[in-house]
């Protein structure tokens, strides 16, 4: 079914009222809506050669032929900071775990169902944020795991670095997105993070690298020396 219901922005309300103004084309309203709609309505949407598959990231990736794929990225939720699904699908939610080591356990599971996928000289970034073990109530003097001290700060992003590379991934590069206007936090013992962690896996010992797709022009003039 198809609707054209102006308030929400599924027609052009200025073609509504001016007839001879071209209107742009009526967007699928799918029943019911939700994530599970969404899966059902969106199994696989292929538009100029590029395939969107909606659904578990293991479960699609178990569908796609083996060595196939150039490059896999990906940015999980957050450790315990972040709450995308509910009901059912929350036991399954990636950043959800009870502990840090469940947490990395499943990170690494998605990255050997992306390695299986990738051609052998294929590459996986991984951008991971960090965590402080502070605890869920204030005053309580308990942290979110017992693997560090609470207040501490859980070193998520190296965790699972260490434990890709375990599994059987060349880990080749750490990339630092520095944010220039971080959000501030309302702390008063220590700076504010400004930063976030992109880790570059490779497939094999000799992996695939265009150097020339990511340079940038310098921003500092050239100074001949005399």
Sequence with gaps: EVRTRARHGLADPKALANPSRPARPAVADPQPRGDAALSAALPELVRDGYAVRVGDACDRLAEMPEGSVHVGATSPPYFQLRAYAT???????????KTVAEFVANLVRVGEAVRRVLRPDGTFFVNLGDTYNTSYVKGTGRGRDT?????????????????????????RKEIIWAKPNPLPESV???????????????????????KEAVRERSVTPLVASV
């Design 188 to 210: 008063m013992d220590r700076p504010t993070g400004a930063h976030e962690t992109v880790f570059m896996f490779a497939k094999s010992e000799r992996n695939f690298w265009d």
């Design 147 to 171: 693997c560090a001290k609470p207040k501490s700060l859980l070193g998520i992003p190296w965790r699972v670095a260490f434990a890709m590379e375990a599994a059987g991934w060349y880990l």
């Design 87 to 97: 009901g059912e699908r929350k036991s399954k939610e990636i950043g959800s775990e």
